[in-house]
């Protein structure tokens, strides 16, 4: 008798349960904000990647309007039969702009913009360092480009170059990728000590600034900005789903990068084009990060205030130089009562736990239109029992 091939699927996730490792969703009912309707009550909102809270705006929502009843709700095709748009262009010329690049490519999402990137780039004669700790849209990319890939330890830059010197000769390409912000931690790699590393060993440098674009560096451009990297070679990969508040991804560096990626990027040329209300609404909010320095600062602003308060002896406050703050916990069963704990008191601030990352935790955002009372109910709710 042959066997059910699908079997094996419910035991598999008897065990995720077993573990607390079990994920389901939350349904939100309310346009993004500091606060927000889940599951029919309002709270307050930590669990978003939405910074300077844009995503909610009315000037993005007006133009996503403005451009679904103009160019309808699709793209319709890849950009290089059916999909292109000159709503396309100028938001790549606008991330350009913000980036402090020669020019720019938009993806569907953040993700294909990883998938892509990293395939065009290396392939089967070549070598991939991987920080440890990196997203999984840049490890699944590694996967994807049929490179060699070895882990380096998080931000460990001498164990990285221990590693070039050991394997860099052996291959034809080398390329280096990281976080800039790294999204389960809040803290930022070192981008200097990693371009002199590329240029000593001779490799490529991939950023994914998903978490620093519009939050980092004097005029929003992300951690390159931040660590006074911008006229250095490098290729900047992000999103437009955090801080720019709608959907889609992008590659930035030199022209002649871009121009190869619009060749061989499968996931750039085998996919539709980014729909044009997110197209729009993104090209919206890079005007504002660049036209409103304000909204940076009320976020750094509220940054450190909620730093100040979870200073405390009976609080693990995981170090940070971002927006996103996290404090440790033993283990994923304590870190699920915590998030349901504060999910009672009206706090959205969720447990994440493996193998998501090594320990758990409980995960924080901060944004640019939370207020100070948002921060103390936040102390307040943690303290209590």
């Known amino acids: 008798m042959p ?44 669990a978003s990647n939405d910074y300077l809270g844009l995503a909610g705006d009315e000037r993005l929502i007006e133009a996503a309007v403005g451009a679904a009843k103009e160019f309808g709700t699709g793209a319709t095709g ?14 790549e010329s606008a991330i350009a702009s913000l980036k402090q690049t020669e020019d720019a490519l938009v993806f569907s999402s953040g993700y294909l913009a990883s998938l892509g990137a990293i395939a065009a780039l290396v392939g089967g004669r070549d070598l991939i360092l991987s ?36 394997h860099r000769q052996q291959y034809r390409r080398c390329l280096i990728i990281t976080d800039s912000v790294f999204s389960m931690d809040g803290d930022l790699c070192q981008i200097p ?45 992000g999103t437009l789903s955090k801080a720019l508040g709608s959907l889609g991804g992008y590659v930035a560096g030199n022209a002649t990068l871009i121009d190869f990626l619009r060749n061989r990027a499968p996931s ?18 890079v005007k504002i990060v660049q036209q409103e320095p304000l909204r940076r600062a009320r976020l750094w602003r509220n940054v450190g205030i909620l730093k100040n308060l979870l200073r405390l002896p009976n609080l693990k406050l995981l170090p940070s130089e971002s927006s996103i703050l996290c404090l440790q916990l033993n283990n994923a069963a304590e870190a699920l009562k915590m998030g349901q704990k504060l999910k009672d008191a009206g706090i959205f601030a969720p447990a994440i736990r493996p193998p998501t990352v090594p320990t758990s935790r409980i995960r924080m955002t901060v944004m ?18």
């Open 368 to 385: 640019a239109n939370h207020e100070p009372v948002h921060f103390q109910r936040l102390l307040e709710a943690l303290m209590e029992g």
């Open 268 to 285: 750039w040329i085998y996919t539709t084009g980014l729909s044009p209300a997110d197209t729009a609404a993104a090209l919206a909010a």
């Open 131 to 166: 920080d440890q700790y990196n997203h999984s849209s840049l490890k699944n990319g590694a996967i994807v480009s049929g490179a060699t890939v070895i882990d380096y330890p998080h931000c460990d830059v001498a164990d990285l170059k221990n590693k070039l010197g050991q």
């Open 3 to 46: 066997t059910d091939p699908y079997a094996w699927i419910e035991p598999s996730l008897a065990t995720i349960h077993q573990a607390n490792w079990y994920r389901s969703v939350q349904t939100i009912q309310s346009r993004p904000g500091a606060t927000v309707v889940l599951e029919g009550r309002e709270v307050i909102n930590f």
């Open 78 to 91: 890849s950009r290089l039969i059916t999909g292109h748009r000159q709503l396309h262009r100028e938001l």
């Open 193 to 237: 000590y990693l371009l002199d590393l590329a240029e000593e060993f001779s490799c490529m440098l991939l950023v994914d600034e998903a978490h620093a674009t519009g939050v980092l560096g004097k005029t929003g451009a992300g951690c390159v900005e931040h660590f006074g990297c911008s006229d250095r070679t490098l290729i900047q990969i």
